[in-house]
């Protein structure tokens, strides 16, 4: 009897680990594999106390095998279902939290990063070294339109609208100026832009045109401010809109600009109006140059004169300075510049001896074209100053 008692308990006993051991296995396989982890863990000591302790509390004779089993899994099942619970929701607010504060950072770093990418675009081919000996050039002919000129000095073309006759005493670029270092940029026409790309797309106020300063022509005046300030030149550079909210009087308003602009500054000589070609504001005029692997938007001068009959007595200086730059520039990138045009308007020219327009590009160029020409005209404006 005794012995048949001994074998009955152990018998139970046996019974009861191997199905506690079962049913715990498949928990942890449903509920988590960390939970699995964790168990496989616990020695044979500790899984003995464990039963030592809930059996110990259990008669044989007087508690059935249904109630015991009943109490020690409703014990595992809580435990592991607790834990697993708590591990799964303390994870996802952890997921929840981390979400939010990235977002939150993301959308302060994206504002941050915008603003700095576009002082960066701006500043970035500044900081380029060009060996302009080594790059060879060739005139893009699509969009292009055919070169039209009527005088011609050095391998300089003009075309001559004016009311002079264009001798070789008027366009020898004999001129010096003091003040070589110090440059003066505004825009008559600010608000003028170019034809938009996936990258560089704008909200428009007029035909090819917006107040977005980050897309205009200002853009362009940015990066060769950039690239003359890396080259050491003093360079102010006005953003003033002059064509908005009215595009008529643009001249009379950036004249009253540039000459607050000089009388605080009376070294200034050399004075650039940078624009962006208007000729027939269409998609199909777009001028460039290929230099290198690069393909960028021509320049062009316009240089006036007093042949409209207001006084400009330094025109012939102006056009003097804008042969010298294009002779130059003809020697380090044949095309880059097209003819230039002298015509009886004076286009505020009288302020300075070293006046003049410069268009870059045409509405049929893209913004990152006309930014691209802007290291290469800060490598001709450098050699020209320090010749």
């Known amino acids: 009897m005794f012995n048949i008692t001994v074998n009955l308990k152990k018998l139970i006993k046996k019974l009861i680990v191997f199905l506690v051991v079962l049913i715990i296995g498949l928990v942890v396989i449903k509920y988590s594999k960390n939970i699995f ?137 004999n001129i010096e100026y003091k003040d070589k270092n110090d440059i003066l940029i505004f825009h008559t026409h600010t608000c003028e832009a170019y034809t938009p790309t996936e990258e560089m797309s704008y909200k428009e106020t007029g035909n090819y045109r917006t107040t977005d300063l980050n897309y205009s022509v200002a853009r362009v005046g940015d990066e060769l401010t950039n690239n003359l300030i890396n080259k050491d030149f003093n360079v102010i550079h006005d953003t003033t809109y002059h064509d908005y909210p009215a595009y008529t009087g643009s001249y009379n308003r950036s004249l009253l600009t540039v000459k607050d602009i000089l009388q605080k500054n009376p070294n200034i000589q050399t004075v650039i109006d940078l624009h962006r070609d208007a000729i027939g504001s269409k998609s199909e005029y777009g001028p460039a140059v290929k230099i290198g692997d690069e393909r960028v938007a021509q320049l062009m001068f316009v240089i006036g004169t007093d042949g409209g009959g207001l006084t400009h007595p330094n025109w012939a200086n102006n056009l003097k300075f804008a042969v010298k730059i294009q002779e130059k520039a003809n020697e380090m990138f044949p095309g880059l510049f097209r003819p230039m045009i002298v015509r009886n308007s004076r286009y505020n020219q009288n302020l300075a001896d070293g006046a003049c327009i410069i268009e870059v590009g045409a509405t049929g160029n893209t913004l990152e074209e006309s930014i691209g020409s802007m290291k290469y005209l800060a490598e001709v404006l450098y050699e020209v100053m320090n010749s």
């Open 37 to 173: 982890s964790k168990i496989v863990e616990i020695t044979n000591s500790q899984y003995a106390k464990i039963f030592d302790s809930e059996f110990s509390t259990l008669n044989y004779e007087d508690i059935s095998l249904e109630k015991g089993m009943q109490k020690i899994l409703s014990s595992e099942l809580v435990s592991v279902e607790t834990s697993s619970m708590s591990e799964s929701d303390s994870s996802r607010e952890e997921s929840l939290s981390e979400s939010k504060e990235e977002a939150e950072l993301g959308q302060a770093e994206n504002e941050e990063i915008e603003s700095q990418e576009r002082v960066q675009e701006a500043t970035a081919s500044a900081e380029e070294k060009i060996d302009y000996k080594n790059l060879k050039t060739e005139v893009i002919k699509e969009k292009n339109l055919k070169e039209s000129y009527n005088a011609e000095y050095n391998g300089v073309k003009i075309k001559n609208e004016s009311n002079y006759t264009l001798t070789d005493d008027i366009l020898t670029p």
